[in-house]
């Protein structure tokens, strides 16, 4: 299906900004079809040399700059700012994550595009937003995701926070970013009479897309004063749903917390009198005996092996399953009859990068070519679309204000 056309054709965004927030978002437009162009500094977005590296570039780096054209540009001169603003008034959206009131310094913010592309999409991420009190704090994913909340719950009861190993608060900031700009299209593309033909600001906070993933915490805290705390494998109010370790060595991840389910989970680990107990026919009742019930649990898995537990379960439609290294999902057959994994060539040697998602049956996306070296579409962005000629071209290479 590579030549079915994608959602996003024909439209052109231009990313701002580095590191993963505004990029990943420029990652997510570029596979559903748009042509992103990736403006970096001279030196190239830092991301690049981050992690393992090969060669000149960091394996993360390919997968995140697919199908990207990267021009350089330095925004700290004005002549590179005179050709960041020639080339957004060709563009239909704008990704950027610099510090709020940058772009603005720079002649370069919404109200400054909107004279000159009014149907500009401009798509703004930072840690606090664009407003407020705090709009100025400097906020990497680590710092948002406790401010946002989840950093508070994510642990053991009494102990410090737990972190997950990637950057949770920027990747979710890139996906809220990515409906934004989808959202905002739609608008643009309806009547005058009802608001359409014009674009307009998407402001995404990366703590408020951690915030986005706290469920019922502020209702219950409002109408009951409940604070929900740290709850380590557990979650709170919910029973059972657990990790548990199993004679191999390995854990298995159980969820039985529906009211049938519960049934034949504990049929299934040799307690019927607690499958037919009144008192844990539902939830409610449950979470009063979770203790007893976890435990039941945990002696049962602790006998036996994680595979023994998985086959046993899945055999009565009972939620189980392993815990995944990334080795485990390359060796994985559903995760490969899923075309969860795409091949690119690096230097002529196979390197696999994760597939993105969703995964649209009719004009799904797809990686044309993975991340370029810094600066390998200069000349067709400066020449093709913004008619630069090559003494000019020359010039601003002399001058330090590209490179590549």
Same mark, same amino acid.
């Not at 401010?147 to 719950?153: E, L, P």
């Given at each position: 299906?590579s ?6 054709e024909g439209?052109?965004v231009?990313e ?8 990943f978002?420029?990652t997510?437009?570029s596979y ?6 990736k403006?970096?500094?001279p030196?190239?977005d ?7 590296v090969r060669?000149d ?7 995140l ?6 021009v ?10 005179d ?13 950027e ?12 913010g919404?109200?400054?595009m909107?004279k ?7 798509t703004?991420?930072s840690g606090?937003?664009?407003?407020g009190?705090?709009a100025?704090?400097?906020?990497y ?12 719950i ?8 737990v972190r ?5 608060g920027?990747?979710l900031?890139?996906?809220h970013?990515?409906l ?12 005058k ?7 307009? &600001?998407? !402001?995404?906070a990366?703590? %408020?897309s ?9 209702p @219950?805290f /409002? +109408? ?8 380590g ?21 159980i ?6 389910i ?6 299934a680990?040799?307690?019927p ?14 979470v009063k ?11 049962w898995?602790?006998?036996?092996t994680?595979?023994y537990?998985?086959e046993?379960l ?11 290294? &990334?080795? !485990?999902?390359?060796?994985? %057959?559903?995760?490969q009859?899923r075309?969860m994994?795409?091949?690119? @060539?690096i /230097? +002529?040697?196979?390197?696999?990068i994760?597939?993105i998602m969703?995964?649209?049956?009719d004009?799904?996306g797809r990686t044309?070519f ?16 913004l008619g630069?000629g090559d003494?000019e071209i020359?010039?601003?290479a002399?001058?330090?204000v590209?490179?590549?």
């Amino acid at each position: 299906m590579s030549n079915v056309p994608r959602p996003l054709e024909g439209l052109r965004v231009v990313e701002l900004g580095q590191l993963l927030a505004g990029p990943f978002t420029g990652t997510l437009l570029s596979y559903f079809g748009a042509e992103v162009i990736k403006v970096e500094p001279p030196g190239g977005d830092p991301i690049r040399k981050w992690r393992i590296v090969r060669g000149d570039t960091s394996l993360w780096y390919y997968s995140l700059g697919r199908n990207k054209k990267s021009v350089t540009l330095d925004l700290r001169s004005q002549k590179g700012r005179d050709l960041a603003r020639q080339l957004l008034d060709t563009a239909d959206v704008v990704v950027e994550n610099f510090r709020p009131g940058l772009m603005e310094s720079w002649g370069l913010g919404p109200e400054d595009m909107k004279k000159t592309n009014p149907g500009l999409i401009y798509t703004r991420i930072s840690g606090y937003g664009q407003t407020g009190p705090y709009a100025n704090k400097p906020g990497y994913a680590s710092v948002t995701e406790g401010f946002g909340g989840f950093r508070y719950i994510n642990g053991e009861p009494g102990q410090p926070p737990v972190r997950p190993n990637i950057s949770m608060g920027d990747t979710l900031a890139a996906i809220h970013a990515a409906l934004g700009v989808a959202l905002a299209i739609i608008q643009r593309a309806r009547p005058k009479a009802e608001g359409g033909g014009v674009g307009q &600001v998407v !402001d995404v906070a990366l703590y %408020e897309s951690v915030f986005s993933l706290m469920e019922g915490m502020v209702p @219950e805290f /409002d +109408g009951a004063g409940v604070i929900r705390e740290p709850s380590g494998t557990t979650v709170t109010g919910i029973v059972p749903t657990n990790t548990y370790a199993c004679s191999d060595g390995k854990h298995v991840i159980i969820g039985g917390n529906g009211d049938s389910i519960f049934k034949r989970l504990m049929v299934a680990a040799g307690h019927p009198k607690m499958a037919e107990n009144p008192e844990m026919a539902d939830n409610a009742g449950r979470v009063k005996h979770e203790p007893e019930i976890d435990r039941a649990l945990a002696d049962w898995c602790a006998k036996n092996t994680s595979s023994y537990i998985i086959e046993t379960l899945e055999e009565v439609r009972v939620p189980v399953g392993p815990i995944y290294s &990334v080795e !485990d999902m390359l060796g994985d %057959e559903h995760y490969q009859a899923r075309g969860m994994f795409e091949s690119v @060539e690096i /230097d +002529g040697e196979p390197l696999k990068i994760p597939a993105i998602m969703p995964r649209l049956s009719d004009t799904p996306g797809r990686t044309d070519f993975p991340g370029q070296p810094v600066g390998s579409h200069n000349d067709e962005v400066l020449k093709g679309i913004l008619g630069l000629g090559d003494a000019e071209i020359a010039a601003l290479a002399s001058e330090g204000v590209i490179t590549g």
